[in-house]
Nanobody, 122 residues
């Protein structure tokens, strides 16, 4: 079994910064791509940023130039540095990871974290 544990959410004023972290633990052989999604009230969950094991990145247009995704492969951890936050960034942020495990054979499973609330308000 694999767990993704997120941390770093909270309340911040417009223009402020927050850093989210997500650590994967459990039966892990390797972690392929990792990413952050968000879901605002009444809206569908959307991709915010994604990073491959080789550190290629992909961002939603709405966060380009403000958010930075990074990862530490040795710690199976992904980070999201969020700068110049806007009220429209308010949402529950979810971590997502494609995990390779080994139980006699290798297999991939995609996991989700429990979510962390980010609120941008004055």
């Amino acid at each position: 079994q694999v767990q993704l544990v997120e941390s770093g959410g909270g309340l911040v004023q417009p223009g402020g910064s927050l850093t989210l972290s997500c650590a994967a633990s459990g039966n892990i052989f390797a972690v392929n791509d990792m990413g952050w999604y968000r879901q605002a009230p009444g809206k569908e969950r959307e991709l915010v940023a994604q990073i491959t094991r080789g550190r290629s990145t992909n961002y939603a247009d709405s966060v380009k130039g403000r958010f930075t995704i990074s990862r530490d492969n040795a710690k199976n951890t992904v980070y999201l540095q969020m700068n110049s936050l806007k009220p429209e960034d308010t949402a529950v942020y979810y971590c997502n990871a494609d995990v390779v495990a080994y139980r006699g054979t290798y297999y991939n499973t995609r996991y989700w974290g429990q979510g962390t609330q980010v609120t941008v308000s004055s």
